[in-house]
């Protein structure tokens, strides 16, 4: 595939609101948009398509070590359009490649429709605050938008390390120093210990992934830096058992201890369609690091019962559980019964948070909606490229 049709297509994927697009062999190019995957009208792609594709994204520099490439991440500017996160893989011995689209414009905060708690937790000075997530979830662009807050509001240096660079940030009120695993440091450990002695207020590390940058990510937050990070899981408790359940068992105790000390808290997001197929919306469990919360981190026997104890302190502490939000999303008619029931975590809460505070609630009462017109989101793609 020549690099001017592969740009075509994805200058297409930006145009319709594709979140990623996919280019494996034997597949037409598809492109998936508010979730769900879609072909394109296009022949399916051969072992030659996708080798050339690889070479349209790292250069025609990299066509030797291409040969031997079994998994690789990168990044891909298209002038005019977006910036894209590359991951190129082998299946079958073929060369397989799947972008996600990254905007040019940072996010905001509100525009994301993210909690006021949020930028409450984007202001603080010290400690340690993740984004957990499904893949997929807007793990990337809530960061994004916590450091587009502190940029525009603080003087501070901020320090990003990722694998690779997806959102470009622009010094505003803050200095900001982007380093990418790969063409700027060799690994996120390599880059978090140099980052000590750079003069950071501000770090956020792309993801904990191993037991190494957990730690090192601990001393940061311990020694006075405000850290940011994301982990692949879905709630709160299931984070504090990842981060701790990655070292050995002898010292897993003293990471609760460190964990309950520096952690200020956690936003675990999941994105769900909208009523009106306008696309998703991102609904967050949101905790606060309280003395409870402190204390369920530092007991195992209590962890299970973090997300009660969000859950009882909505009011007070501004903490909400994704069933919570799920509910409150549901009658604000932001999304329909069906997706709130089917994307609810325990179906028994999801029906009480459902009923708080109102009891002549009917979640079967739809009477308000009757005559609102439905239209399928059906969006199809035409493509005339050469």
Do not use: W
């Not at 994927?13 to 280019?23: L, N, Y």
């Amino acid at each position: 595939m020549k690099k001017t049709v592969m740009d075509k297509l994805l200058a297409h994927a930006v145009k319709s609101g594709a979140s990623d697009i996919h280019f494996l062999v034997g597949n037409q190019p598809s492109f998936r948009i508010d979730g769900v995957l879609r072909s394109l009208k296009y022949k399916a792609l051969d072992p030659a398509d996708t080798r050339q594709i690889g070479l349209n994204l790292l250069g025609a520099a990299s066509i030797d070590r291409l040969t031997e490439m079994q998994e690789h991440d990168a990044s891909y500017s298209l002038e005019g359009a977006a910036r894209f996160r590359v991951n190129l893989f082998r299946q079958r011995g073929s060369l397989c490649a799947i972008l996600r689209v990254i905007s040019s414009e940072v996010p905001d905060i509100d525009a994301l429709g993210l909690p006021p708690r949020v930028r409450e937790l984007a202001e603080e000075e010290r400690g340690l605050v993740l984004v957990t997530g499904a893949t997929g979830s807007g793990k990337s662009s809530t960061l994004a938008s916590m450091i587009k807050h502190i940029n525009q509001s603080r003087a501070a240096h901020i320090l990003t390390i990722e694998d690779p660079i997806e959102f470009l940030h622009s010094n505003s009120k803050a200095s900001v120093s982007q380093r990418e695993v790969g063409p700027d440091t060799r690994s996120f450990t390599t880059a978090l210990r140099a980052a000590l002695r750079q003069d950071p207020d501000v770090i956020m590390v792309g993801e904990m992934r191993d037991a190494e940058t957990i730690d090192i990510a601990l001393k940061s937050a311990e020694t006075g830096h405000m850290v940011f990070s994301t982990v692949h899981t879905t709630d709160a408790a299931k984070t504090i058992g990842r981060l701790v359940g990655v070292f050995p068992a002898e010292e897993q105790h003293g990471v609760r201890l460190r964990l309950a000390e520096s952690l200020k808290g956690t936003i675990s997001q999941r994105l769900l369609p909208r009523a009106d197929g306008a696309g998703r919306v991102v609904a967050a469990e949101i905790m606060i690091s309280t003395k409870t919360i402190q204390e369920c981190i530092k007991d195992p026997m209590k962890t299970g019962e973090i997300t009660d104890v969000i859950e009882r302190s909505r009011d007070q502490y501004g903490m909400q559980t994704f069933d919570q939000e799920v509910s409150r999303l549901y009658r604000a008619g932001v999304i329909e019964l069906e997706v709130a029931k089917s994307a609810a975590t325990n179906a028994a809460d999801f029906e009480r948070a459902l009923n708080f505070g109102n009891e002549a609630f009917d979640p079967n009462d739809d009477s308000e909606n009757e005559d609102q017109e439905k239209e399928d989101d059906v969006l199809e793609l035409e493509l005339e490229v050469g």
